[in-house]
């Protein structure tokens, strides 16, 4: 069945780095490109990055140009996003989504149960 | 920076309709920046119930149906139930690769 999960969530100090993962199956990952979107305790949704199927276009929300790094590895069907110099406002739970097919249809069909950044100052 | 708009709030009673709306605060929403919108409850990830303006996803009941109104994008639900009390949340495309999520809208049916 097609299954997004996210990993590499948890408490870290202002200014610090994390890492998120995110596993898919159940389909041909290499096909799809991905989204980040995250979502602030008690706050609506904010997209946060994109990568394309091959990885080689990725684009970012302002909020976290230049703090954050999406990235994949289609042989372990697996997306990540990289976070440097986090800040108390990055605390959220942290969707991974994949775009949908065919292309250029320009909306998340299937979405990750989420993993929960905090962090603190 | 442009920002996407949503009611904050609306209310429905049971059976009723209601039209949720998506906008823009510079400029119209037309399907050129292809309006989807997705359902939350608390605690649980976004669900998809439209997407390219006015397609329904696969198992969304036919009481959900999006269109463009005006210089937006709306979800108008038929006929609400008890279950539909949710978060809804519209997202456009800006295009160079940036999509921008509404601020959401709370639902209640009472």
């Known amino acids: 069945q097609v299954q997004l999960v996210e990993s590499g969530g948890g408490v870290v100090q202002t200014g610090r780095s994390l890492r998120l993962s995110c596993a898919a199956s159940g389909f041909i990952f290499s096909n799809y490109a991905f989204h980040w979107v995250r979502q602030a305790p008690g706050k609506g949704l904010e997209w946060v990055a994109f990568?394309?199927?091959?990885?080689?276009?990725?684009y970012y929300a302002e909020s976290v140009k230049g703090r954050f790094t999406i990235s994949r590895d289609n042989s372990k069907n697996t997306l990540f996003l990289e976070m440097d110099s986090l800040r108390p406002e990055d605390t959220a739970v942290y969707y991974c989504?994949?775009?949908?097919?065919?292309?250029?249809?320009?909306?998340?069909?299937?979405w990750g149960k989420g993993t929960t950044v905090t962090v603190s100052s | 920076q442009t920002v996407v708009t949503q009611e904050p709030s609306f209310s429905v009673s049971p059976g009723g309709t209601v039209t949720l709306t998506c906008g823009l605060t510079?400029?119209?929403?037309?399907?050129?920046?292809?309006p989807s919108w997705y359902q939350q409850t608390p605690g649980q990830p976004p669900r998809t119930l439209i997407y390219?303006?006015?397609t329904r996803s696969s198992g969304v009941p036919d009481r959900f149906s999006g269109s463009i109104l005006g210089n937006k994008a709306a979800l108008t639900i038929t006929g609400a139930q008890a279950e539909d009390e949710s978060d809804y949340y519209c997202?456009?495309?800006?295009?160079?690769?940036?999509?921008?999520f509404g601020g959401g809208t709370k639902l209640t049916v009472l």
């Open positions: 990568i394309s199927n091959d990885g080689n276009n990725k």
């Open positions: 510079s400029g119209s929403v037309s399907t050129t920046y292809c």
């Open positions: 989504a994949r775009r949908a097919l065919p292309s250029p249809t320009q909306y998340m069909d299937v």
């Open positions: 997202v456009l495309y800006m295009g160079r690769g940036i999509w921008v």
């Open positions: 390219s303006t006015s």
